[in-house]
């Protein structure tokens, strides 16, 4: 299993990239080598690397960026390993035990033990020294959010290298997503390293710059 090590000396915690399951999700593990803490985001299929690369630490949360299938498969497992909370905004709250929302009712049906926090979006969340601003960023689905600490931002399903979410599964929408992306993601400085649910990291700066998504005119007009 490919394993990226993201790290700088500046950086407050590490972070490792694993890539999933059956679409390859991106699960990352945030490592607070001080006060050996672990903070999980996202949860795909087949999670047993990530819960490898936290051995020593304490698991303190699992942080869902939205509950699609290919993010929360293996939460089951994280949970009864851990026993870590669960954080994921309400509105996808009740997604996680129902496989119709969750997209996986003609795969293997994923029933996902239930979060024990809900986030609205706005809240500053801090596990030892990792810290997060947690922002609404709805489209690819109505829940979306995505985590931002010093440097980065986990955005799931929202910005990708060269793409964006795909918006024409149930409770996507387009305009949307492209709003959230202008509003929460493009107004991070451009050096900002952007970890995606899938595929490699890029930089905001790049994704301003040549994202054919984001070209004059694809994004909705300022306020």
Known sequence: MQEALQRSRKDPFRIRAY?????????????????RLAVFVDAPHDPEPMLRAAEGYRVA?????????????????????????????????????????????????????PADHLLDGGERLAFGGIELEVRFAPGHSPG??????????????TLFAGSIGRTDLP???????????RRELLTLPGETRVLPGHGPETRIATERASNPFLREGALPAEP
């Not at 979306?144 to 399903?157: F, S, T």
């Not at 409770?171 to 992306?181: A, Q, Y």
């Open 19 to 35: 890539p999933l399951g059956p679409v390859q999700a991106n699960g990352y593990v945030l490592l607070d080598d001080v006060h």
């Open 61 to 113: 949360a699992v942080l869902l960026t939205h509950a699609h299938f290919d993010h929360i498969g293996g939460l089951r497992t994280i949970k009864q390993a851990t026993g870590a909370p669960v954080w994921i905004h309400r509105n996808e709250a009740y997604w996680l035990g129902d496989p119709e929302r969750n997209l996986s009712v003609w795969l293997e049906p994923v029933v996902a033990p």
């Open 171 to 181: 409770g996507g929408d387009l305009p949307t997503l492209l709003e959230s992306i």
């Open 144 to 157: 979306h959010v995505v985590y931002v600490g010093p440097g980065v931002v986990l955005a799931g399903d």
